[in-house]
């Protein structure tokens, strides 16, 4: 810019300038948002505020007309802030998420919701349904998949008894750091607490960094960052979150084997959501036990060239169920070569579920 000062006082008054235009901008956009709250209550006393699909397209936008220097991610970090403020006034939005507080889950939701929802640490993945299904939060954060350590079990079998949906999904790169306490002696660790699955990412850096020390298995990486607090001789592996709840220091960062893991969450709550142009759609199905009827259940997406993400097995639990298969493809429900497809499997299945079709995680 040829008319920027030079000097520090003329680039600091020029700084404040900007800062009051923003604060003007984001003030006309939260009374923007206020009165879209109006319309919808107008329209609906039981609208629904959180609009996933506007939000994915508002983060898109911004990303794709972001001039720089910052960069599209941290400019959509930044527009989140704002977004889940703006929804706050509308009306403050309230998560429950796998806990305890300092877990990835708590950083997933953060993430997604921003910080001006009010997130709530449950003890288990069905409680989390249970408090969304009851109507005690209006959505739910759970873990679905590790990139290293693959599917989350316990979440996929919530889905079969549960009439939820899944209204978004949200990736997060996971790292993991060696911690300890402010008293602990580096030199003598001889425990380590941390989750099995951390466990798993982190198994090639522990046996090559700390072959002899013992590996204690506990239910989050928060309860061994908790842990590690009180005991001089010993170490947690958890993430950012749960290093600064409790005030811990990193011996060694991002000790993770592989640098792309990452999980993703899924967001549960009630609401069909509206397409957005770059949707995925979750399904459950329950295939006859026969011959051929993996191969009767894939054929339909490939003849309507339909992108298949991810396909999972669960055994089944009930008679019916013989096979269960997850399966997430990208498009929406309300794409007319979507519901071809699905009237298709749904012929050829002893039983389908959708489980919603959702914005791809944009952050
Ligand atoms: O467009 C809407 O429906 C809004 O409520 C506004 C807004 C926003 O701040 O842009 C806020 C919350 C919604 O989840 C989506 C978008």
């Not at 700084?15 to 901008?25: N, S």
């Not at 506007?54 to 599209?72: F, T």
């Amino acid at each position: 810019m040829s008319d920027t000062p030079v000097n520090l006082d003329a680039l600091r008054e020029r700084i404040d300038e900007i800062d009051t235009r923003i604060l003007e901008l984001i003030s006309e956009r939260a009374r923007c948002a206020q009165r879209v709250a109006q319309v919808k209550t107008a329209d609906d006393p039981q609208a629904v505020f959180y609009r996933p699909e506007r939000e994915a397209q508002v983060l898109r936008r911004i990303m794709a007309l972001n001039p720089g220097p910052l960069d599209a991610e941290e400019m959509a970090r930044l527009f989140r802030e704002i977004m889940s403020a703006c929804l706050a006034l509308e009306q403050p939005v309230k998560v429950a998420y796998l806990g305890p507080e300092g877990t990835f889950t708590q950083q997933a939701a953060l993430k997604h919701f921003g910080e001006s929802a009010v997130s709530l640490p449950m003890a288990a993945i069905d409680e989390v349904f249970r408090e969304v299904e009851a109507g005690a939060v209006n959505y739910g954060v759970v873990p679905v998949e590790n990139s290293t350590e693959g599917v989350v079990n316990h979440t996929l079998d919530s889905f079969m008894d549960s009439s939820l949906h899944i209204c978004g999904e949200v990736v997060l790169r996971i790292h993991h750091h060696l911690l300890i306490a402010g008293t602990t002696r580096q030199d003598k660790i001889s425990r380590i607490y941390s989750h099995p699955q951390s466990f798993a990412q982190c198994r090639k850096w522990l046996d090559a960094h700390y072959p002899q020390a013992e590996r204690v298995p506990v239910s989050s990486n928060a309860e061994a960052a908790r842990l590690v607090k009180s005991e001089w001789h010993s170490a947690a592996i958890a993430g950012d979150m749960a290093a600064k709840l409790y005030e811990l220091e990193r011996v060694a960062e991002k000790i993770e084997d592989r640098p792309d893991n990452s999980t993703r969450f899924l967001i549960i709550g009630h609401q069909d959501v509206p397409m957005c142009g770059t949707d995925k759609t979750s399904l459950v199905v329950a295939m006859r036990n026969q011959p051929g009827a993996l191969h009767d259940l894939l054929e339909p997406f490939h003849r309507h060239q339909i992108d298949m993400t991810r396909l999972e097995t669960r055994p089944s639990r009930s008679g019916v169920w013989n096979y269960v298969f997850f399966i997430d493809f990208k498009g929406h429900v309300d794409q007319p070569e979507v519901a071809a497809l699905l009237d298709e499997v749904r012929l050829r299945a002893a039983e389908m579920k959708v489980l919603g079709s959702y914005p791809q995680g944009v952050l």
